[in-house]
């Protein structure tokens, strides 16, 4: 079955420095997502993206972050100037179709992000 | 703005007992409705769906119908196993159909 792959599965990085978490989407699919999960705490979306623009963005998707399609198949998620708080595991997904999302959203397993 | 209730857990249960997972959901326009489960230490697994009113998703023995009358679309299983222990997260559609709206999640676990 396809499969959306995050790489790396785990990085520690120092405050303030930039990372950038990669995501290769199935292929046949157009949209694409960044989500993030606290420790415990609820899945929050980030951004969706779509024939190379941001279709939607949260007010947590800030300055400090970008997305970027790079290729024909992989979508970064970068963090210019991280902080302790943004420290998670970020969720890639991508989905065949947009609208009313039919058939839902393939995540990948996730990239946690450890920030000291 | 577009929000999601789920029942707070952790919800306990020995193997065999039967499952619900209330959800309730506001939602702008028609969401379609979705269930992801979370096993330990894994990423989120869409579980079932339904798009429509009075759809009932199943997959694994589990399923959920959407009640567009109730905002609702919870989860029920009839007999549950010590492998179903996981989080389980209501997610519709939302707004202009661009993203999901997860619920803080519900956590389950099954005693032999």
């Known amino acids: 079955e396809p499969e959306v792959t995050q790489t790396p599965s785990h990085q520690v990085t120092q405050m303030g420095q930039e990372v950038i978490l990669r995501c290769v989407p199935i292929s046949n699919h157009l949209y694409f997502y960044w989500y993030r999960q606290i420790l415990g705490q609820k899945v929050e979306f980030l951004v969706s993206f779509y024939n190379n623009e941001i279709s939607e963005k949260s007010e947590i998707f800030d300055d400090q972050f970008s997305v970027e399609r790079p290729d024909g198949s992989n979508f970064t998620l970068k963090i210019r100037s991280t902080k302790l708080e943004d420290s998670a595991m970020y969720f890639c997904?991508?989905?065949?179709?947009?609208?009313?999302?039919?058939?839902?959203?393939?995540f990948g397993s996730g990239t946690r992000l450890t920030v000291v | 703005g577009d929000s999601v209730t789920q029942m707070e857990g952790p919800v306990t249960l020995s193997e065999e007992a039967f499952l619900t997972i209330n959800c309730t959901y506001t939602a702008t326009g028609y969401p379609s409705l979705f269930w992801y489960v979370q096993y330990p230490g894994e990423g989120l697994q869409l579980l079932l769906k339904a798009t429509k009113a009075d759809d009932k998703g199943s997959n694994k023995g589990f399923e959920a119908t959407y009640r567009k009358e109730t905002t609702s679309f919870h989860l029920e299983k009839g007999s549950v196993q010590v492998s179903d222990s996981a989080v389980y997260f209501c997610?519709?559609?939302?707004?202009?159909?661009?993203?999901?709206?997860f619920g803080a999640g519900t956590r389950l676990a099954v005693h032999p």
């Open positions: 997610a519709p559609s939302s707004g202009g159909y661009n993203k999901l709206i």
């Open positions: 997904a991508s989905s065949e179709a947009g609208g009313r999302l039919a058939d839902g959203y393939t």
